[in-house]
């Protein structure tokens, strides 16, 4: 089994939210062990990836690709009915509508991370493009350069974006990451520098879609800035102290959508991806450690925007 760490994960380390009980953790990837009576369509020795969400596939909700809100789902590693994804085992409710089957086998490290990367940051991303209406031809700009922001330029790249402007960090090696993958421009300052920035590169019109990919106030109040006229923000980051201008937002017909993403949606067409691969989401992870380890020295920083992660 292979599991990894999310921005989420942080709150509970850090004394932010209770854990009430169970493991932390919610993206894993593994091999099936054990299964219940009620369980089809999985066998033992199957090599599965969860979303990070568990949901029954059946539901009005999850026929309508929201699986997040099925009405029999629920998270992992939250301190609810899902077990946390951080452990050697991990039982998985509703396993028949939520794990997908992984062909194959032998698979590289990096195809492994990949496969990882698509139990959230990558659905994640993507999920913040396609409710942001990405189209061919737009220009996109994308909120945050952590993980899911990254993820998100993936996935603007994916939908045929022309020009892709990131508002992130100071961080060089994510920079990198952006361009490899679609970014065609970066911005390093923030709030109303960002947005002054942004403006100039696009005539002063702002941005075709919005993907807003971190969750905070400065956050939000930035991508609702550099959305242009009919534009929709797609948001994916938790929001924390959010306030939407409703008359603002009103007078240039901008949107909003977005929410949980539903990772078990995308996530057959995104794993046909990376076994061809065409994507390598991967590539996202800049540490590798196992559970017995001594602590290493986190890689993220407490600014923000910068967090590895949205969710
Ligand atoms: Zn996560
Ligand atoms: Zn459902």
Redesign the pocket.
């Known amino acids: 089994m292979l599991a990894c760490v999310c921005g989420s994960d942080l709150w509970f380390y850090r004394g932010i939210s209770d854990l009430p009980h169970g493991g932390v953790g919610h993206e894993f990837i593994g091999v099936v062990d054990e299964i219940g009576t009620d369980v089809s369509g999985l066998q033992v020795g199957d090599f599965v990836i969860s979303p990070f969400s568990f ?9 309508h690709g929201f ?1 997040t ?5 629920g998270f992992f590693g939250q301190g609810g009915d899902g077990d946390g994804g951080q452990a050697e085992y991990v039982r998985v409710p509703q396993a028949s ?1 939520t794990l997908v089957k992984v062909p194959g086998s032998d698979f590289t490290d990096e195809t492994m991370a990949s496969l990882l990367a698509l139990t959230d940051v990558m659905a994640t991303g993507y999920h913040a493009a396609v409710s942001a209406d990405v189209q061919a031809g737009m220009t996109v700009a994308v909120v945050g350069d952590g993980a899911v922001g990254l993820s998100g330029v993936l996935a603007s790249k994916l939908l045929g974006a022309d020009r892709i402007i990131v508002l992130g960090s100071t961080h060089e090696d994510r920079h990198n990451l952006a361009r490899e993958w679609g970014a065609t421009d970066i911005i390093q300052v923030r709030g109303d520098e960002a947005v002054e920035q942004l403006k100039k590169l696009t005539d002063g019109f702002g941005a075709d879609a919005v993907l807003e990919c971190v969750g905070t106030k400065d956050a939000a109040e930035t991508a609702f800035a550099i959305a242009a006229a009919g534009a929709i923000v797609g948001r994916v980051g938790v929001p924390h102290d959010v306030e939407l201008d409703a008359q603002g937002t009103f007078y240039r017909n901008v949107g909003m959508r977005g929410g949980p993403a539903p990772a078990r949606h995308y996530q057959p067409e995104l794993l046909k991806q990376v076994l061809d691969g065409s994507i390598n989401p991967g590539k996202v992870f800049d540490l590798t450690t196992d559970l017995t380890s001594p602590r290493p020295t986190p890689p993220w920083t407490n600014d923000g925007r910068s967090r590895p992660s949205s969710r």
């Open positions: 949901s029954d596939g059946t539901c009005r909700n999850c026929q699986h809100a099925c009405v029999h789902g509508g």
